[in-house]
C-alpha cells in the first residue's frame, strides 16, 4: 500500500513528529500545565474564549508579560512573537506612546459617552491618513462592518451583499457563506444560524471578473465587501488589475465598495488602499487601530454622507441598529490618537517591510532547499508559508492548500523553539520592534523542523 502524503511529507511521519512535539511542549510547561492542563475553572472549554483551543498545544500557556516582540510565559519561557495577537498587536506589545496615553487618561476617567479632546486630534488624522473624508469609530471591525454594510443598504435601498469566497470580515453574518462546486452554502462550522443567508448575500470568487460582473448584473447588490488580499485563509494575493476591475464594475452597476483593511494595514501607514491608489465608498479598519486597546474605524465618502443624510432626515428617531455602549470610549479614543500619531510611522514601516521581506526569502530559500511543494507569499509586514505551490488563484484553491495536520504539527514545534506565529494559519507579523535576530532565530527553527519532517 502506497504511503500517503500531505505538502509533501509522509503522514506517518508528521503524526511521529507531532506526538513529539507534545511530549516535549508537556515537559517545558509544567506550571502552566498545572493550572490550565485540566482546564480553566469556570470557562467554558476552559478557555476565556472557545477559540483558544485551537492552538496546536496540549493545553494553552499562561502568559507572564510582553513587551515589544517578545513574550514570555509563567514557566520562564521567552519566545519571539511573530503573532502579536493575530494582527491586535502588529505594532509590538505596549508600545510606549500608548502605554503613556493610556496611563494618562485612565487617571481621568475610561468611559463617558461624550468625545474628548483626542477625538479633536482623531478627526483630521485618520481623514488625512485613509483619504476619506468622514469617520465613526467602533469597538470591534466586526462591529465596523456590521454598521458599514447598513448604511450601505439603506443608502442604496438594496438588500444584497457580496463578498468573494475565502474571505474574513470578523463575524458579519452575510460573510459566512463559501462556495462548493459552484454553489453558495453556509460555511461549515456555523452554528445557531437561522436564516438562509443566500437570500441576503452573494459570494464568487477572488479573481474571478466575470463571476463578479455576473453576481452585480441585477442590480441588487448594495456592497462588495471585500479585503484587498485574502488573509485569514492561506493568503492569495490579487491579479494585476483586479481590484481596478472591482472598482469599475461596483460603480458601473451603482454598487458600494468596502475595503476592509483590518489584516492588510501590515502594507502601509495607509493600508493597501492608500499604497495602491484604491477609491473605496466605505473603509473599515480594526484589531490595532489602537495599539491593543479594543477600538475600530469605519469611514466614508462625502456622496455616502449625502445619501445617508438624506435617508436620516426622513427617518423617525430610533434605534438606528449602529452603535455600541463603549465605542469611542475615553481610553481608546486615547490609545487610538497615540498608534495615529506616534506609533503608525513611515520609519516603523520602513522597518516592519524591510525585516518581513528578510524573513520571506529566508523561508523560501528554506523550502527550496527541502525540495518542498510550498510557497511563500506576503503583503508588507505580513508572512505566510503555504504548504502547497502556488501562488494561489482564490478561495476554493486556498481551501485546498491548507492542510491542519501537518500545520500544526510546524506551529507547535516553531512554539517549542522559542517562535510563536498565529495559530490559525501560517501567519507572520514584523513589528516595529522585531530584531533581525529574531528574524534569523523563526527562519532557524524553520529549517531544523522541516528538515525534521522531510528527514
Known sequence: ?????????ALQRIGEFFAAEQ???????????QRTGGGIAGFYDGVPLHWMRDWSMPFPFLVESAQGSTLHDIDGNEYADFCLGDTGSMYGHSP?????????????????????ADAIAIGPLLAERFGLPHWQIATTATDANRFALRVARAVTGRPKILVFNGCYHGTVDETYLRLVAGRAVHRIGLLGQTTDLTEVARVVEFNDVDGLDAGLAHRDVACVITEPVLTNSCMVLPEPGFLDQVRRLTRATGTLLLIDETHTISSGP???????????????????????????VWGFTDDVARRLREVRAQTPPGHSGMGTTLSANALALAAMRAT???VMTPGAYRHMDRLAGLLAERLQATITERRLPWHVVR???RVEFVCAPGPLRNGTQAEAAHAPALEQAIHLALLNRGCLIAPFHNMMLACPATTETQVARLQDAFAAVTSALVS
Do not use: C, N, W
Not at 1 to 9: D, K, N, Q, T
Not at 96 to 115: E, F
Not at 286 to 294: C, D, L, T
Open 379 to 381: 503583503v508588507g509586514a
Open 1 to 9: 500500500m502506497a504511503e500517503a502524503y500531505l505538502g509533501g511529507v
Open 340 to 342: 495615529l500619531e506616534h
Open 270 to 296: 495607509g493600508g493597501y488602499t492608500r499604497l495602491h491608489g484604491l477609491e473605496p465608498d466605505l473603509f473599515v479598519l480594526g484589531k490595532p487601530i489602537a495599539g491593543g486597546i479594543p477600538a475600530s
Open 23 to 33: 511530549r516535549r511542549y508537556i515537559d517545558a510547561h509544567p506550571r502552566s500545565q
Open 96 to 116: 510606549p506612546a500608548v502605554v503613556d496615553a493610556i496611563s494618562r487618561q485612565a487617571s481621568k476617567g475610561l468611559t463617558y459617552m461624550l468625545p474628548t
